[in-house]
C-alpha cells in the first residue's frame, strides 16, 4: 500500500522539462547586393601589322614581347625602287607645273587655246598626286605600328618578301591597358533586378551600380576595381543571356587576354535586407521553404518564407520573417509546432564577417 501510494503521488506531478533550441535573432540591415558571373578578359584593342607596299624585310627593328608606341617603327623595307620612283615622280611635276604656267601666260596673248593650257593645268595636278602617292610609298617602307601597346612575336625574318596586302601578318601589337572582361547574366536576373528597383524593394546605389570587383582563376581578388561599360541590347537565344562589359585598369599587365575571371558585379542596395542563416531554412517535398520561429510566449511556429537569393552562407529572405524575431538553428528536430522551449543563443551560426559588422551595428 505504501509503495502504490507513493507511485500515484509521483503521476499527479509534471516534471516535463522544455526542450532547449538555438537560435538567431534576425536583424534587417542595409545590404549591397551582388552578383559574381564568370567570364573572360580581352584586349582593349588588337592591331595586325601589315605591308602597304611589297619588297624585301632589311631590318626588324623591335624586341619580341615588348611594348612599343604608336608610331614607332617596326620593320624597314627595301625603299630604293619606291625612292627612284619618287624621284622620277618628282621630275614629272616639275615639267608638267612648269608647262603649264607657260600656257597661263600664253594664254593672256591668245598664243595657245584655252583648251590646250587647260590640259596642261590637269596634267599638272596629276603630276602631283602622283608624286605625293610616290612620297607616301617611301613612308611605307617604314613599317610602323598603328597603336601602343605589346608587341607579340614576328612571324617574318630579315630578308622575307613582304607583299602589299597579303594575309600573314607581320606582328601584332595588343593594347592591355585598359582591359575588358566580358561576362554573361541570364535575363531573368536583370528582369528580377527591373521589378525590384520598380516595386522599391531594391534601392540604387547611384555610381556604385557600375563598380566591378574582379577575382582570378586561381582565387586572388585583382586589386584594381573596374567599372561596368555597357550591356548587349540582345538576348542571345541560345544561352537566354545578355553580355556585359567591365573595363579596369591594367597598368602591371596582370590580366592577359583569354584570362578565365569571376567578376563581382554590384547591383544595388536593400535598405532593410532580412538575412537568415541557411541551417534554419528547411524545404518541404514540395520544394517551399520554412523556417521554425520562437514566438514572445517561447512556443514554436512552422512558417513558410521567400528565399530570393543566397548571400554568403545566408538567405535574403522577402517575406515571413519580420525584424527582431528569433528562427531555430539548433534542435529543430526536438520541437513541433506549438512546443514551448527554452532559446539561447546558437552556437552553429557564423554568418560571413561583413553581414556580422552590419548586424552589430544595426542592434547597436
Not at 555597357?230 to 579596369?248: H, I, K, M, N, Q
Not at 591594367?250 to 542596395?269: I, S, T
Amino acid at each position: 500500500m505504501l509503495i502504490s501510494g507513493c507511485g500515484k503521488k509521483e503521476e499527479g506531478v509534471s516534471t516535463a522539462v522544455p526542450p532547449e533550441v538555438g537560435v538567431y535573432t534576425v536583424r534587417s540591415q542595409a545590404l549591397t547586393l551582388t552578383t559574381d558571373l564568370p567570364g573572360r578578359t580581352s584586349a582593349n584593342r588588337v592591331a595586325e601589322v601589315r605591308p602597304q607596299v611589297s619588297g624585301i624585310l632589311q631590318k626588324r627593328l623591335f624586341t619580341e614581347g615588348a611594348e612599343v608606341k604608336q608610331g614607332q617603327q617596326l620593320y624597314q623595307i627595301d625603299p630604293r625602287t619606291y625612292e627612284a620612283q619618287l624621284q622620277r615622280a618628282e621630275a614629272n611635276r616639275t615639267t608638267a607645273a612648269n608647262l603649264a604656267r607657260r600656257y597661263e601666260t600664253l594664254l593672256k596673248s591668245k598664243a595657245v587655246s584655252q583648251q590646250q593650257y587647260d590640259d596642261a593645268l590637269a596634267a599638272s595636278k596629276q603630276a602631283e598626286a602622283d608624286y605625293q602617292v610616290a612620297r607616301i610609298n617611301v613612308q611605307y617602307t617604314k613599317v610602323l605600328s598603328p597603336i601602343s601597346g605589346r608587341i607579340g612575336r614576328s612571324t617574318v625574318t630579315e630578308g622575307a618578301l613582304a607583299t602589299n596586302g597579303q594575309a600573314q601578318s607581320l606582328a601584332t601589337v595588343t593594347q592591355l591597358d585598359p582591359i575588358y572582361v566580358d561576362v554573361n547574366q541570364p535575363i531573368t536576373k536583370l528582369l528580377g533586378l527591373q521589378k525590384a528597383l520598380e516595386s522599391g524593394r531594391l534601392q540604387s546605389s547611384g555610381e556604385n551600380q557600375a563598380q566591378v570587383s574582379l577575382t582570378l582563376d586561381d582565387g586572388s581578388a585583382y586589386p584594381l576595381s573596374g567599372v561596368l561599360k555597357f550591356s548587349e541590347v540582345s538576348v542571345d537565344p541560345t544561352t537566354g543571356s545578355v553580355t556585359l562589359r567591365a573595363e579596369f585598369p591594367n597598368p602591371d599587365r596582370k590580366l592577359l587576354p583569354g584570362m578565365f575571371v569571376h567578376a563581382l558585379l554590384k547591383e544595388g542596395v536593400q535598405e532593410a535586407a532580412i538575412l537568415v542563416p541557411q541551417q534554419a531554412v528547411n524545404r518541404d517535398t514540395r520544394g517551399v521553404a520554412s523556417v521554425w520561429v520562437v514566438k514572445a510566449d517561447n512556443s514554436v511556429e512552422l512558417r513558410e518564407v521567400e528565399t530570393l537569393r543566397s548571400v554568403g552562407n545566408a538567405w535574403l529572405i522577402g517575406n515571413g520573417v519580420e525584424d527582431g524575431e528569433k528562427v531555430i538553428t539548433e534542435g529543430v528536430q526536438r520541437v513541433r509546432s506549438g512546443t514551448t522551449v527554452t532559446a539561447v543563443e546558437a552556437n552553429n551560426v557564423n554568418l560571413a564577417a561583413e553581414f556580422a559588422i552590419k548586424s552589430k551595428a544595426s542592434a547597436n
